[in-house]
């Protein structure tokens, strides 16, 4: 018999949005110039949740201008007093979780339980370990007395707006750095509930600021003369245009680009414990993760069982309100992100891939798909070679390890990859192979502050998180 779950939702009552929010520019909200505003909607609900200053090159430029007056004082802070902020700006992230956790779900669509355990936990995290480092920067192996640089221009995605602003700011202030933030055009909120929290915690001005834009008002940060570091996490196709632009440049540049991960099974693997990595690997936050384990690759011997085993699985997911702490996926970001999916999910039964979802009712209003996976997926495939940024598995089978290596690194990406095998030499001889920044043995998608985070090829350059994710915002 199975259980089937009551509703449980968190309360939105412990989220108070406003109907509109400025730009923060100079510690305080202010209108963009010219007054022009967008809208930022709840995507399961389609229901409108703010209005949002749009940031022009103008505003971009007054931002600038204040982090680069806030960044002679900000420098010159002694680490440990720097470091005092840090702390501080964690503690309320710890206290403000729940209202930050509801405010992700609302304005991305992932689960509560995500936004909760994950994203959040993370995000203090993030604040905790770089606040540790402000006054040890001597002893980071870059040199004694490295200095900053000075402005950073960053640019964030939606997929984790929050956290990927911690990756972001920590390490840019702990080193001494004055901020410019630019956050995703749909998920603007959480970075305008984190400036009332620089504000809380007693940030001077000018050392965060965040426009809020489109793609226009990140290009137009990109390029500012001021900006003396560019820090950008999305696409690949987006990275390269960033990396023209600061060519020729004396501009520092980090890339965090997509990827096409491969999870790989061995035939000696725990196949329970497997699923469940495949399943977080691809179907955490809708698949909309760029080290997602997209392309699993599955010794052929045991390809049947594990593949029964993943599709009973899948069957138990339960897809709906984000709100809900049973649910386990939300929905897309948006329908721009939504007809990406459905085109390249559509090219994989066109091209000869077989399709599988599990039974789903999907609701009415919102974006949403149903977990999916292709089994007689070739290297040729679109759907094995474009990322797809949503709920999509591709099965690739092999015979050798040798195989599942050159499987696995063919590909233009090199972000993740995973590896299932009870044989510790193994482990460390495929990962030794693969061309992939983070290896993970028997888990998936598990990130810590400590850890370095980046890729190879065309999932970019540089390392977030770490030491090594100081030498980004340091001249070494």
């Known amino acids: 018999m199975s259980f089937t779950y009551a509703p449980a939702p968190e309360s939105r009552s412990v989220v108070d949005i406003a109907p509109s929010y400025g730009l923060f ?32 090159a103008e505003d971009v430029d007054r931002a600038v201008k204040a982090a680069r007056k806030a960044f002679e004082k900000w420098s010159a802070l002694p680490g440990s007093e720097r470091a005092k902020y840090l702390f501080r700006i964690a503690r309320i992230i710890q206290e403000r979780s729940r209202e930050l956790a509801v405010l992700e779900t609302l304005d991305n669509g992932k689960p509560i339980k995500e936004t909760r355990d994950a994203d959040l936990p993370l995000v203090a995290a993030h604040f905790f370990y770089y606040a540790g480092w402000a006054d040890k920067l001597d002893h980071a192996g870059y040199g004694a007395n490295p ?27 702990a080193t001494g750095n004055t901020v410019v933030l630019k956050p995703a055009e749909t998920t603007p909120l959480s970075a305008l509930f984190f400036a009332d929290i620089c504000r809380q915690a007693g940030l001077p001005k000018g050392v965060v600021n965040i426009v809020t834009g489109d793609g226009t008002t990140g290009a137009a940060l990109v390029a500012h003369e001021g900006v003396n570091k560019v820090a950008f996490t999305g696409s690949t196709a987006v990275g390269k245009a960033i990396a023209r632009t600061v060519a020729g440049s004396d501009k520092k540049l980090t890339l965090e680009l997509g990827g096409k991960g491969a999870n790989i099974v061995f035939d000696d693997a725990p196949i329970d414990q497997a699923v469940e990595g495949i399943v977080q690997g691809i179907f ?27 599709k009973r699985r899948l069957s138990t997911l339960r897809l709906g309100d984000p709100l809900d702490k049973n649910t386990d996926i939300g929905a897309i970001n948006s329908a721009e992100q939504l007809a990406r999916i459905t085109e390249l999910a559509d090219s994989g039964e066109a091209e000869g891939a077989e399709r599988w979802a599990p039974a789903c009712e999907l609701p009415e209003a919102g974006y949403w798909f149903a977990p999916t996976l292709f089994t007689n997926v070739t290297q040729a495939h679109r759907i094995a070679r474009e990322e797809i940024f949503g709920p999509v598995l591709s099965v690739l089978s092999f015979r050798t390890p040798a195989e599942a290596v050159a499987k696995a690194n063919n590909s233009q990406y090199g972000l993740s990859a995973g590896i299932w095998t009870e044989k510790g030499s193994r482990m460390l001889a495929v990962a030794s192979k693969l061309r992939a920044g983070v290896v993970w043995a028997n888990t998936f998608n598990k990130f810590d502050p400590t850890s370095p985070f980046g890729g190879f090829k065309e999932s970019g350059f540089g390392r977030e998180g770490g030491r090594h994710g100081l030498e980004a915002y340091l001249d070494v």
Do not use: Y
Not at 154 to 162: E, G, H, M, S, Y
Not at 295 to 308: A, G, H, T
């Open 25 to 56: 520019i100079d510690g305080e909200f202010t209108e963009a110039t010219g007054g022009k505003v967008f809208k930022t909607v709840s995507p399961s609900s389609e229901e409108v949740l703010s209005e949002v200053a749009h940031g022009s």
């Open 147 to 173: 200095r900053p640089l000075g402005v950073a221009g960053q640019v964030i995605p939606w997929n984790f707006p929050l956290l990927m602003l911690a990756w972001k700011i920590a390490p840019a202030l």
């Open 284 to 310: 955490f936050n809708q698949g909309q993760v760029c080290c997602a384990g997209s392309r699993l690759l599955v010794q052929e011997s045991i390809q049947d069982e594990l593949l029964d085993s993943l």
